[in-house]
């Protein structure tokens, strides 16, 4: 069992930058493949970002080259840097868990609650 707690979420302004944080506990955290996901209001979740047990690392493409996901096995946590924030932007970020790494919510076993963030234009 994995539990997950989303933090640093909040309400930023256009252009901002953010850091999201994802702490871990239960089961050994370096083994575990990491995703970052997003829900907008009224929307289905999608796919943000996530990074193997090995550092290799995939991006949707709405956030290539804006947002970075990182990983410290030491502090078993896992981070999303996020950078010239849009208002599309504007979603509950979730981070998970899993085996190995996926495109798909249904590739992974342990989900935190969430964290709120709002992009003002």
């Known amino acids: 069992q994995v539990q997950l707690v989303e933090s640093g979420g909040g309400l930023v302004q256009a252009g901002d930058s953010l850091r999201l944080s994802c702490a871990a506990s239960g089961r050994t955290f370096s083994g575990y493949a990491m995703g970052w996901f997003r829900q907008a209001p009224g929307k289905e979740r999608e796919f943000v970002t996530a990074?193997?047990?090995?550092?290799?690392?995939t991006y949707a493409e709405s956030v290539k080259g804006r947002f970075t996901i990182s990983r410290d096995n030491a502090k078993n946590t896992v981070y999303l840097q996020m950078s010239s924030l849009k208002p599309e932007d504007t979603a509950v970020f979730y981070c998970?868990?899993?085996?190995?790494?996926?495109?798909?919510?249904?590739?992974?076993?342990?989900w935190g609650q969430g964290t709120q963030v709002t992009v003002s234009s």
């Open positions: 998970a868990a899993g085996t190995t790494i996926s495109v798909t919510a249904s590739g992974y076993d342990y």
């Open positions: 990074i193997s047990r090995y550092g290799g690392t």
